[in-house]
């Protein structure tokens, strides 16, 4: 097998090991609130710190990247926290390679270690509402990262089979196409990607532009840290 091959066959497989975890969720309708200043109590290199203690895999530190960089971006759009919201990208797959089958019910006491606010701890564990959580997304930031995170995997899984290996020249017709091929990065869930969107009040295509734009700006930052690794 081709080394790219290889690495969009084990990208496919982590995916569909995140799915496989979740139980079935949940129709879910809130109103939006947003909040300017918020306190997740850590630090960035402490949330790294608690990341990496728990987490070895190359494929789940490059997506706790990814979903910081995207909610970074979002934070940016909306003049939110930026800090927060990507503490909160950051950490929140943090006990998901260890304990797969108590997601988001094993963050908290990981969060605990480095005495991560409550506002931190509700957001980590409300991305998986429905799935393998009872905490719902109540803000704007909560909403957001419910559905952006099983689309940049989506969108990543999909940039792996391009001739760059990137997003930056990825349209979003392509991402349409992605989604539509149920066969493609299964493990990806595109009921999840749709309740996300319609927790935000989105159409899909809104979406879609977004993180792909999220995505792109942080895409070089990521490739740079992954190197490192």
């Given amino acids: 097998m081709c080394k790219i091959a290889s690495t969009i066959k084990n990208a496919e497989f982590m995916l569909e090991r995140r799915q496989r975890s979740y139980t079935k969720g949940q129709d879910v309708s809130s109103s939006i609130r947003t909040v300017n200043i918020m306190n997740a109590n850590v630090t960035r290199e402490e949330a790294m710190a608690l990341l990496k203690k728990y987490n070895q895999e190359p494929?789940?530190?490059?997506h706790a990247l990814t979903v910081e960089g995207v909610m970074r971006w979002f934070a940016k759009e909306n003049q939110e926290d930026e800090e927060f919201w990507g503490i909160a990208g950051l950490l929140h797959d943090v006990d998901f390679e260890k304990w797969p089958d108590q997601h988001c019910k094993k963050a908290p006491e990981l969060l605990a270690e480095i005495g991560a606010s409550e506002e931190l701890v509700h957001a980590v564990c409300s991305h998986g509402y429905g799935i393998c959580s009872d905490v719902e997304p109540e803000l704007l930031m909560e909403k957001i990262m419910f559905a952006a995170d099983e689309l940049t995997g989506l969108i990543w899984a999909a940039a792996l089979m391009r001739p760059s290996k990137s997003v930056?020249?990825?349209?979003?017709?392509?991402?349409?196409?992605?989604?539509?091929?149920?066969r493609f990065a299964a493990g990806c869930s595109r009921e999840i990607i749709q309740k996300g969107a319609d927790m935000l009040g989105w159409e899909l295509t809104e979406l879609f532009e977004k993180t792909l734009e999220a995505m792109r700006s942080c895409e070089a930052q990521i490739n740079k840290a992954m190197e490192q690794e």
């Fill in 168 to 182: 930056m020249d990825m349209e979003v017709k392509s991402i349409k196409k992605k989604f539509k091929d149920k």
């Fill in 59 to 62: 494929f789940h530190i490059q």
